[in-house]
């Protein structure tokens, strides 16, 4: 019974540097710079600059625009919808927004929406906020596309 216990240790310790690698491995883990265009008329400024951290548990930290993410956090999409699947983005970052995201231009949004898909060694999508469908620069939604991250360390 002794040996069939050690043996079963010996096999678990065997299996964890490879358990631990594959932790390490996920190439969206890290920090990612860039720049998305921004598309809605209202806004004056043409680039929203992006600047995050993605933790090894989904964690994401950074800032969009001169935002602050809180409570950041990357998902797998589940699903699509429509476009070639070459086009499609794969993961979503949802978070809270600290702050004005153009202070600028006093463009202050709740939350931040960052479609993004991993190709190439780095990452493309696109940003969008909460806020309405019409209303301009008070009450839209501010969108940028396309987004362009480049891992930074």
Known sequence: MNFLKFGYVVLALAFLPALRASEKEDPMVGKWEGSAHVVVQWCAQSELFVSIDIAA???????????????????????????????????????DLKGDIVNAEGIIREEVFIHVKFENHGMSGSVGTSGAKAGGKEKMALTAYPLRLSKVE
């Open 57 to 95: 548990d989904g964690k994401v930290t950074g800032k969009v625009g001169d935002s602050v993410l809180v409570n950041g956090q990357l998902r797998k999409k589940n699903g699509w919808f429509g476009g070639k699947s070459e086009d499609r983005t794969t993961h979503i970052i949802k978070a």
